[in-house]
């Protein structure tokens, strides 16, 4: 499949589940909710496996870098987000997790010696400053809020610990072992550590049964987990971390698409400004010439 047609299923389908992470919230603990997302994933991508005959025998070795995934990619990346959800808004998780560019750039030339590409750096400071003028209200409101600067070491913790997630990812599949497998045991990790979180923080296993929260659970576990983490592990593959982090500034566009359709979400000069601006970040990340300095 073609690296821009993964990137748009990526960037399209994780834009969609900022509003179904709404309807996660509330009745059941972060933590816990998280376990039945990626324990559901874990298994469709076992069966998916089985169906396609995709090699599932693993050395001791490679169990640890995948369950270092699972960890970073799967578990406390998103337990440490939700947390700071609790302190801040949408529109500033939104903006500190944009930093993940900039993690991807660093951690990739420390750890695999990939040279910093400016055009890249360019693009992220550009893709930084769109998301921030899109949520710029946001931004005002939360000036002076002293619950803000935890919620952003917790936002920017999470966001590096996805980053290191994503090496792993990269070392992983690109030592050979398939996307589905890799995926599979992660989130099977994931999901366990995540329990483990939650017996140690005493959090009640409780389940919602209304209907807002298990068709969201389904999509989230099916569409935002299975399907999207194994088009962004191909992407990953594919364009290298830097380039592939930088869907992480497009979610927001579409998240206030579906806002406008859903929520009345009007349009600002402003918001339209940053649009542009991010728009004009993400051709520069995709561009021929950035293709050929990643390669």
Known sequence: MPSRVLYSLVVLIWG????????QLGVVAPEISLVYR?????????VYARIVGSPMRLSRREHGFVALQGATLFGLNYWLTYLSTQHLTSGLVAVMFTSIIFFNLVNSRLIFGTLVDRRMLVAAVAGMLGVALLYLPELRAAAGDRAVVKGCLLALTATYIASLGNMAAMRNTGSGMAVVTVNAYGM?????????IASVRGTPVVFDASWPYIVSLLYLSLAGTSLAFGLYL??????????????SVMFPVIALGVSTIFEGYRWSLTALIGL???LAGNA???SRRARQSAT
Do not use: M
């Open 16 to 23: 969609t589940t900022w509003y179904a992470i709404k309807f």
């Open 276 to 278: 542009a601006v991010l």
């Open 284 to 286: 520069l990340a995709l």
């Open 188 to 196: 099977a990790y994931g999901a366990a550590i995540l329990a483990l």
């Open 38 to 46: 990626f324990s559901i994933a874990a298994i469709c991508l076992f």
């Open 234 to 247: 191909a992407l990953l593959k594919k364009i290298g971390p830097p380039r592939a982090a930088y869907t």
